[in-house]
Each structure stands twice: as structure tokens, then as C-alpha cells.
């Protein structure tokens, strides 16, 4: 199941945007879905994720405070919204499924999820 992820842009340090994880032909609301990026010449990173059983959530240290994860069952969405970002928010953002499907957040690294589906570009201008 590849999800996918929209709503990335071009913003100047300090504003906000809100991404969008939808999935086509696949119901998200009993699964863990999560959120990882990767900027240019790095690795992947995890980001955050969201729990399907009780919507608990988790961040990495570096987002914390400043992003926010959120589910919507009725649209089938998951959300990010992602203010006070910096320059080094800057980088490919994509969604997927908690590894083995599973209903809880596994964790917040990149190898907790399933197949990271197409990603949507977020570039953060000092």
C-alpha cells in the first residue's frame, strides 16, 4: 500500500504549511501512519507518526514542539501541519503505513513504516 502525500511548497522561515496523506482504495483509520523526509544527499529521517487504535502521537526530537500530527477518518487523511519551520526543514515529505500494518506507532524511524509512496516538496527560504 503506497499512501500519498500532498500540500508541500516554497515558504519563508518561520510560516507554516500543512500536508495532506491520502490513500486511494485503502482505509487508513485502523493503522499507524507516519511521516519521514529526506533532504538532498541524506538519508531518510522519521518524523512522526500517529496511532490508529487511540491516536497517540510521536515526534523526533528536531520537529517537536513546532509539527503536529493528526488524523481525519471521516476524509481518510492524516495531516501535518508543520509551522515555525526552518531552512533545515527543507526536503521530500512522504507518508506511509507503520510497518506490518500495525495499529500502534512502532516508532518514529524511517524502518518502522511500510512503502514510503510519492512524496510532495516542502523548501523553507531563510
Known amino acids: 500500500v503506497q499512501l500519498q502525500a500532498s500540500g508541500g511548497g516554497l515558504v519563508q522561515a518561520g510560516n507554516s504549511l500543512r500536508l495532506s496523506c491520502t490513500a486511494s482504495?485503502?482505509?487508513?483509520?485502523?493503522?499507524?501512519v507516519g511521516w519521514s523526509r529526506q533532504a538532498p544527499g541524506k538519508e531518510r529521517e522519521g518524523v512522526s507518526c500517529?496511532?490508529?487504535?487511540?491516536?497517540?502521537?510521536y515526534y523526533t526530537e528536531a520537529v517537536k514542539g513546532r509539527f503536529t500530527i493528526s488524523r481525519d477518518n471521516a476524509k481518510n487523511t492524516v495531516y501535518l501541519q508543520m509551522n515555525s519551520l526552518k531552512p533545515e526543514d527543507t526536503a521530500v515529505y512522504y507518508c506511509?503505513?507503520?510497518?506490518?500494518?500495525?495499529?500502534?506507532?512502532?516508532?518514529?524511524?524511517?524502518?518502522?513504516?511500510?512503502?514510503w509512496g510519492q512524496g510532495t516538496q516542502v523548501t523553507v527560504s531563510s
Open positions: 500517529i496511532s490508529g487504535t487511540d491516536a497517540s502521537t
Open positions: 506511509a503505513v507503520a510497518k506490518y500494518f500495525a495499529g500502534s506507532c512502532l516508532g518514529t524511524d524511517a524502518d518502522d513504516f511500510g512503502s
Open positions: 482504495e485503502f482505509t487508513l483509520d485502523d493503522y499507524a
